[in-house]
């Protein structure tokens, strides 16, 4: 392809003005007005700084009666739903013994069965 004919954009702005030396690769020269301006800004009266510090009351506000119901509500409603997960894992814990005893019972009968049979056919 003919890459001559490819233009690529290049801003440009007065900060800085192109110079034969620049197109031969050396450093660019700044504007005058550039160096200038900054006299200017020693004119200029200063702004005072504002306080930024923010806390998040300042952002939502007071919190009123009833926002403050309905958060001891969420709250309650937590506890609740932790205290049932925890007694949930107690009551499987409960029924996985009581399943265990009567699958050792089932197996302790069984083998009383056996072994009376066997005493039975020795006599």
């Known amino acids: 392809g003919n ?4 233009v690529i954009p290049f801003p440009m702005t007065s900060n800085f003005i192109p ?20 006299s200017v800004s020693s ?16 952002i939502i506000g007071p919190t009123s009666a009833e926002e403050e119901k309905v958060q001891k509500r969420a709250s309650d409603v937590l ?17 996985d013994r009581i399943e265990a005893a009567e699958r050792r019972k089932i197996q302790l009968t069984t083998k009383e069965q056996k072994i009376a049979e066997e005493l039975s056919q020795e006599s």
């Open 43 to 58: 004119m200029l009266p200063e702004i005072p700084i504002p306080d930024l510090k923010l806390d998040f009351s300042d």
């Open 19 to 38: 110079t034969h030396d620049e197109q031969a690769g050396s450093v660019p020269q700044l504007d005058e007005a550039i160096v200038k301006d900054h």
């Open 3 to 6: 890459f001559n004919s490819l």
């Open 79 to 95: 506890k609740l739903t932790e205290k049932n997960e925890k007694l949930k894992a107690e009551l499987k814990a409960m029924t």
